[in-house]
């Protein structure tokens, strides 16, 4: 079940974005030393009360058995644009359709709030990342190399 998350659920929110963060983190030789602004390392509770409260993003959350598992916010960036931003699921529950279920809510969650873009960031090297997304209707067109990341970022968008 896909729902809108509740303030008092935002810890758990933060452990299931970290978690499911630091798999890439982990695969591609992420630290907090060398990445300190990737996902896995900059997300807490102040940044996602700030998303909630300060930003007003929507933010969904995939609840199974009781068990939050997945997690998702849109930041709505004005201009028919939005950015989907921590699609994330716990590693013990990848591979069950969860991750898709995500993406095609927040689609249809923006297109509600009269998005016509939904713009992503990724970790370019992830091919298999990338390639799910483009699997699921998303277009690569770029990236850029930062210095305070370890590795580059690639940009993709969905028309909807």
């Known amino acids: 079940m896909i729902r809108k998350i509740k303030s008092e659920e935002i810890p758990i929110c933060v ?10 983190a982990d ?23 700030w998303h909630m409260d300060g930003e007003h993003r929507p933010m969904y959350v995939f609840e199974e058995d009781g068990v939050l598992c997945g997690y998702y916010s849109l930041l709505l960036q004005g201009n028919g644009e939005c950015e989907l931003n921590n699609l994330a699921v716990l ?26 873009i ?5 970790v370019e090297e992830n091919r298999v990342l990338r390639k799910w997304y483009e699997l699921n209707g998303v277009i690569h067109i770029g990236t850029k190399k930062y210095d305070f990341f370890p ?5 993709m968008k969905k028309e909807l």
């Not at 013990?92 to 998005?115: D, M, P, T, V, W």
């Not at 590795?151 to 940009?155: H, I």
């Open 118 to 122: 939904v713009n992503i960031g990724i």
């Open 91 to 116: 590693p013990e529950y990848r591979h069950k359709g969860i991750g898709r279920q995500l993406l095609a809510h927040s689609f249809n969650i923006a297109k509600e709030l009269g998005c016509k």
């Open 151 to 155: 590795f580059t970022c690639g940009y």
């Open 27 to 49: 695969e591609y030789g992420f630290t907090e030393e060398n990445a300190p602004r990737f996902t896995a390392f900059a997300t807490t509770q102040d940044r996602l009360y």
């Open 15 to 24: 452990e299931v974005i970290k978690k499911s963060f630091l798999t890439v």
